[in-house]
């Protein structure tokens, strides 16, 4: 029985996937526990296994194509079974043939008549019909194929379909950068569309070679998503950031008394972020304006400490979210920060653990970094940064000071406030045995 195979939806916040890697082709036997194939999202990737023994029947969806959560992307079943049931592209004109057989080499004649087409439209206008914009968005046919036949030089429907004969198409994922980039690609996707798979392929002046002069990188989308917020944050916020410094010492000595006895106590293995964010999360509540998104037109307080943890991972920075931290002790803020940061270095964290952060806290400290400047997480007020251990010295004796630097949006806290707030979350870590008695 042929038994389709959808893409998974990773959370409530998630609307598509991006297809990364097919481990399975068309005519490959499948057994239940294969991975048929790897996808993302903006920020976690995760691979679908089989669920049945079959052979694959079909493909609906190529490499680099981004797919809305819930549809078939596949089928596997008994050979000769139809799949035309399943394909999620059904009753969209002129959709590409269902890869159902390896590929058969066009016709030479074909493949020049096809070849020696070229663009008619250029620039970044063309008068386009409703009817055949909406049919060149479902197809992926380059419109700068299009010979115009309508009125005033209006390319119609019926042009559109032309291109779509000529088999000048893109992908879902790939259409846009296609159009964007005006390059005459060949497509080696279904139906020869031009895939993501196509567009990141270096040119060949780029391709690494020995004595070559550089090496250009497609970036992946994680990092298209970091510089994304990265940029807003900066271009659509008044950030400014306060440095202050506390010392360490009851820190330091809690926690070596922790770690003496972790074992015999049964205790994980708590580290001084942890500390940091339990001392932060008592704080928080008490200045409700850095615990809170601004919303441009109306500040939204918050009467939990969503934390977000800042960590890196081999895909880009990741900021997981430790909700309603006030509420949890230091054992649980330790166990729950060590399970989400592991779960984003695997690429399994669920992306509804991503989002809802009221405020982050984002640590340097364990590279040597004495002090820098945190870039917020809009909407969120605020973000502290943790810097290393220096030694200090006050009244003629030595101390190890540890930098805290507080970066908040302008517009929706003024400097003295947040000053307060910083001055407290001091307090509280160098006075930290009387903060967890608390």
């Not at 089928?75 to 009753?91: I, L, N």
């Not at 989308?221 to 400014?240: C, D, E, G, T, Y």
């Not at 990741?318 to 330790?334: D, K, N, Q, R």
């Not at 006050?394 to 930098?403: F, L, Q, T, V, W």
Request: charged share 20%.
């Amino acid at each position: 029985m042929a038994t389709p195979i959808i893409m998974p939806k990773q959370g409530q916040s998630v609307e598509s996937c991006i297809i990364t890697k097919w481990h399975k082709k068309v005519g490959d036997k499948v057994s239940a526990g294969d991975v048929l194939f790897a996808y993302e999202t903006d920020k976690a990737s995760f691979e679908e296994e089989a669920k049945v023994d079959g052979t694959m029947l079909a493909i609906f969806f190529d490499e680099g194509d981004d797919v809305e959560c819930l549809l078939n992307v596949c089928v596997v079943g008994s050979d000769g079974e139809d799949t035309a049931q399943f394909d999620p592209r059904a009753g969209q004109a002129q959709a590409a043939p269902v890869v159902t057989e390896t590929p058969v080499e066009k016709p030479a004649e074909a493949a020049s008549a096809t070849e020696a087409v070229q663009p008619v439209q250029s620039g970044d206008f063309i008068k386009i019909s409703p009817r055949a914009r909406n049919l060149a968005e479902k197809s992926g046919a380059d419109v700068r194929y299009a010979q115009p036949t309508g009125a005033n030089g209006r390319v119609i429907e019926r042009d559109v379909q032309k291109v779509i004969e000529l088999g000048k198409l893109a992908t879902p994922g790939a259409k846009d950068e296609y159009r964007q980039s005006g390059a005459d690609i060949e497509g080696t996707g279904i139906g020869g569309r031009v895939s993501a798979v196509d567009l990141s392929a270096p040119a060949a002046v780029h391709t690494p070679q020995s004595g070559a002069a550089f090496e250009d990188v497609k970036l992946s989308n994680i990092r298209k998503l970091i510089a994304k917020s990265m940029h807003a944050s900066l271009a659509n916020s008044a950030q400014l950031t306060l440095n202050s410094s506390f010392d360490a010492s009851d820190v330091i000595a809690f926690r070596k008394k922790l770690k003496d006895r972790a074992e015999a106590l049964g205790l994980p293995n708590i580290t001084i972020n942890d500390i940091i964010v339990y001392a932060v999360s008592r704080a928080l509540l008490k200045h409700k304006d850095m615990n809170a998104h601004f919303m441009g037109e109306t500040m939204r307080l918050y009467n939990t400490a969503n934390i977000g943890v800042a960590c890196d991972t081999p895909r880009g920075l990741m900021v997981p979210t430790l909700f309603g931290a006030e509420t949890l002790s230091l054992t649980e803020i330790s166990q729950q920060t060590k399970a989400l940061t592991a779960a984003c270095k695997e690429g399994t964290i669920s992306p509804d653990l991503l989002t809802g952060g009221t405020f982050t806290i984002t640590n340097l400290g364990t590279l040597g970094i004495e002090s820098f400047t945190p870039v917020l997480n809009p909407p969120q007020t605020g973000i502290l940064g943790v810097c290393g251990i220096t030694e200090r010295t006050k009244n003629g004796a030595a101390y190890p000071a540890m930098g805290l630097s507080l970066t908040f949006d302008h517009r929706a806290v003024d400097g003295a406030p947040a000053a307060r707030f910083l001055q407290e979350i001091v307090k509280n870590l160098e006075n930290f045995s009387l903060t967890l008695a608390l």
